[in-house]
């Protein structure tokens, strides 16, 4: 199980493109994993033969442990089946459990294994397979810290679920897939799963039509119970109801991480009001310009733009910083983040070297990388390594904002919407296009003078945008 987020501990097989016995390349895609952060799309490290799968989907693993053996070169797939088909991990004791299993109940006609791996790892017996998997004769146990597992003492019965077929059978769906159905106002009960056992899994819900009660959904919960599915954000709750919305990986790790940054880091901030007025006309003289090329730059390609020169000039804040080495690292490369709105949280996808583009690769590369991140199909090198992120809340018209830090990076830079303002120039009043920025600072690595240097390389390139040119 690879690493696809710097967050990710660890992931769940939400679908395996390939079966035993596939021939595959290096670089080939062959399953989808569900991080913390996305569902994303797992490259083959090498090229062979898949001998084994031995997380099936559906399936958690830690990441390092391993779900899959790959035959390589001159060996023999049988031979290696054979030799690494018992166990693939390091076997750890069952955890003894003394509550009842909180993981989904098999439905009617399945069994429960005496032996199910859990990320990779078995606690003695035979490792479950994709086969025995698909044909519903496996239910994986629940996970019990990392590489443990534990296994119920008999078959739960099935339980009444919101989204069920009207029968009290309980529908089965990745978490991913109840998300996109909330968002896109199906029911689950009228989707066919294609996964193991018949659980629906996110290209069942994608390939799905609309229903004819589309505002039907966690709002129907009983008061005061979970709702089933994880709703919008914006979904309204009915009068003399309550929702209580389970955490998902996104969020928890959104959480998770916030809050550390804001115990942990010293934060420090620092606006400027940064007059946009040459920028919004010139914006317009360019985009008549590309009509026939059919790109739109905005006022966002521009900003993006001009903070990475600002970043080249100002090295202090492009940079991480190490705490365990007592180190500050300063790139000479700038990895800009641009924080992206989900319907349950947020993702940061990365425009890599973005001091090297051109504004219209900015808007078709940042339009891709949107569009990806909505979808969750980014990959892992499309969310890492940013050096400096940018957050951007102007469309909602915001006026001033503060960021949270996202560390190791020492600085995040939260940008509201450009107005009008009555603003002084020449001793008179008059209407400006206007616009706030506001550099939160992590105060171990950038002193204000610094933050305030940078801001003023911004202001002075979004105010003359000539000089970008230079």
């Not at 079966?19 to 989808?32: F, L, Q, S």
């Not at 955890?95 to 859990?118: D, F, I, L, M, W």
């Amino acid at each position: 199980m690879p690493q696809l987020s710097d967050t990710m501990t660890e992931g769940t097989v939400v679908k395996w493109l390939k079966k035993e016995g596939d021939k595959v390349k290096a670089g080939e895609v062959i399953a989808e994993v569900e991080t913390d952060k996305a569902n994303m799309e797992m490259e083959a490290f090498e090229s062979g033969t898949i001998a084994v799968i031995s997380v099936p989907e559906g399936g958690k693993a830690a990441v390092g442990a391993a779900i899959a053996i790959l035959a390589t070169g001159s060996e023999n797939v049988e031979d290696v089946k054979k030799a690494g088909g018992g166990a693939t991990a390091p076997a750890s004791k069952p955890a003894e459990v003394t509550q009842p299993v909180a993981t989904p109940a098999p439905a009617v006609g399945e069994k429960v294994a005496k032996q199910s791996v859990v990320g990779g790892t078995s606690g003695g017996g035979s490792t479950a397979t994709l086969e025995q998997a698909s044909r519903g004769e496996i239910v994986e146990s629940a996970s019990v810290g990392h590489g443990a597992t534990r296994e119920p003492a008999h078959p739960v019965p099935p339980l009444p679920h919101g989204n069920g077929n009207g029968n009290g059978d309980r529908v089965f769906a990745s978490p991913l897939a109840r998300r996109i159905a909330s968002d896109k106002g199906l029911s689950l009960a009228d989707i066919q799963g294609s996964g193991p056992g018949g659980r629906i899994v996110q290209v069942d819900v994608l390939n799905a039509k609309p229903t004819t009660k589309p505002n039907a959904g966690p709002s129907d919960a009983p008061a005061g119970k979970p709702a089933t599915d994880v709703p919008s954000l914006l979904a309204r709750v009915a009068t003399g109801e309550k929702q209580v919305i389970p955490l998902t990986k996104m969020r928890q790790t959104i959480a998770s991480r916030l809050q550390q940054s804001k115990q942990q880091i010293p934060h420090f901030y620092v606006t400027v009001d940064i007059d946009v007025e040459a920028l919004s006309e010139l914006r317009e003289r360019v985009n008549k310009q590309l009509e026939k090329e059919k790109i739109r730059l905005s006022i966002g390609d521009f900003i993006a733009k001009a903070v990475a020169f600002a970043l080249k000039t100002n090295p202090a804040v492009n940079a991480h910083y190490d705490g365990k080495n007592n180190a500050i690292i300063r790139y000479g490369d700038v990895h800009l983040g641009m924080a992206v709105a989900l319907p349950d949280g947020l993702i940061v996808p990365v425009l890599r070297n973005i001091d090297q583009m051109g504004l219209k690769e900015i808007r078709q590369r940042s339009a891709e990388l949107v569009d990806k991140a909505r979808a969750q199909k980014l990959k892992g090198d499309e969310m890492t390594g940013a050096t400096f992120t940018v957050s951007n809340l102007g469309t909602f018209g915001v006026k001033e904002f503060s960021a949270i830090v996202n560390p190791p990076e020492v600085g995040i830079l939260a940008i509201a919407a450009a107005e009008k303002r009555a603003v002084v120039r020449d001793g008179q009043i008059v209407a400006r296009s206007m616009m706030s920025v506001t550099l939160s600072a992590d105060h171990r690595a950038v002193d204000g003078a610094v933050a305030a240097e940078f801001l003023r390389s911004l202001k002075n390139l979004l105010e003359e945008p000539g000089l970008m040119l230079l």
